[in-house]
């Protein structure tokens, strides 16, 4: 059975400094999306990771893959209080159609 | 820009109702799919479809049934909603093919009393 963690669960940091999420995954997968979800609205797709040793990057944020560890990350560098919003990383099931979701990671930018 | 709707943002219903939740995409999406999602659980999986009329169970499928008569519309019915049925409901499309993201429609707060 695929099981996707993330952490850290809650994460509180201070403007313009720099944090990494974590996404760990239990079998084998041939894809991985980060999302970001606002409060009180719906998920939005950040980045679509295929390979190993993927690298996506948007602004201030950056997310890689490495499928022999069964990792992902994403890195925030100079955190400003836009960020702030509930992260979740999202894994394919191989052979499915199915996606499997981390719990989410809800990060605050504090000013 | 790619639109998926969800036909109510609230829905407050008694126990024991029969309740249809709808959503519709307009991109010609093959796959669509029905989540919900609780504080601490994430996004959970209760059914997907890739075709019309086509449809597998997800991981929590127990207390709901879908419905994809034509291509851009999929219902999650609960046929006899009960409270820990409460929950926000997501539904989402895509492309099929690992390289295409979802796309979410902004969620359906139920509430069951």
């Known amino acids: 059975e695929l099981k996707v963690e993330q952490n850290p669960l809650f994460l509180s940091m201070q403007e313009g400094k720099n944090y990494t999420i974590y996404c760990n995954y239990s079998?084998?997968?041939?894809?991985l999306y980060w999302y970001r979800q606002d409060p009180g609205k719906s998920l939005e797709s950040l980045f679509v990771?295929?390979?190993?040793?993927a690298v996506k990057q948007e602004g201030r944020l950056m997310a890689s893959l490495d499928t022999k560890a069964r990792l992902s990350t994403l890195h925030i560098t100079a955190a400003v209080h836009d960020l702030s919003a509930t992260y979740f990383c999202?894994?394919?099931?191989?052979?499915?159609?199915?996606?499997?979701f981390g719990t989410g990671t809800r990060l605050k930018v504090l000013a | 820009d790619v639109k998926v709707t969800q036909s109510s943002r609230y829905l407050v219903k008694r126990t024991g109702e029969k309740v249809f939740l709808e959503c519709v995409q307009d991109m010609d999406h093959e796959n669509m799919f029905w989540y919900r999602q609780d504080p601490g659980l994430g996004l959970r999986l209760i059914y997907f479809?890739?075709?019309?009329?086509?449809?597998e169970k997800g991981d929590i499928p127990e207390g709901y049934s879908v419905s994809r008569e034509k291509k851009e519309r999929f219902s999650l019915i609960l046929e006899s909603a009960s409270t820990n049925q409460t929950s926000m409901y997501l539904c989402?499309?895509?492309?099929?093919?690992?390289?295409?993201?979802?796309?979410f429609g902004p969620g359906t707060r139920l509430t069951v009393t």
């Open positions: 999202a894994v394919g099931v191989s052979g499915t159609y199915k996606y499997i």
């Open positions: 079998t084998t997968s041939d894809r």
């Open positions: 989402a499309s895509s492309y099929p093919g690992p390289g295409y993201e979802q796309y």
């Open positions: 990771l295929l390979s190993n040793g």
């Open positions: 479809s890739y075709d019309v009329k086509m449809k």
